[in-house]
């Protein structure tokens, strides 16, 4: 059964970095496709990156270009989300996810399109 485990949620004040990470196991052929997505109180989940496994291409939110990187560490099975000059409106529980299934570049921001989940981390940015 595939796991994912979110880590490194918690409080910054704005203009802070925090790094998420996501551990993936119990697979035997790799996710095409990782992504990060987060959920404010309230609002509908909605994507921040993605990275396309294969070729490592990236893919992110306007709100967050500039600001976050997201990468991979094969060897370590983990995903990263590397979040600067975080602003209050970043607030959220930030969600790991995996999809296996060919991967459509136009809709990595769609939740639709990913097979697995994680039990996601919170991030608080205080003004």
């Known amino acids: 059964q595939v796991q994912l485990v979110e880590t490194g949620g918690g409080s910054v004040q704005a203009g802070g970095s925090l790094r998420v990470s996501c551990a993936a196991s119990g ?3 790799s996710p095409r496709c990782m992504g990060w997505f987060r959920q404010a109180p309230g609002k509908e989940r909605e994507g921040v990156a993605a990275i396309y496994t294969r070729s490592n291409t990236t893919y992110y ?11 991979q560490d094969n060897a370590k099975s983990t ?4 979040m600067n000059n975080l602003k209050p409106v970043d607030t959220a529980m930030y969600y790991c996810a995996a999809s296996f299934t060919p991967f459509r570049p136009s809709r990595w921001g769609n939740d639709h399109e990913y097979d697995y989940w ?9 003004s």
């Open 79 to 82: 995903v990263y989300l590397q």
């Open 61 to 71: 939110a306007d709100s967050v270009k500039g600001r976050f990187t997201i990468s």
């Open 27 to 29: 697979y035997r052929d």
């Open 118 to 126: 994680g039990q996601g981390t919170q991030v608080t940015v205080s």
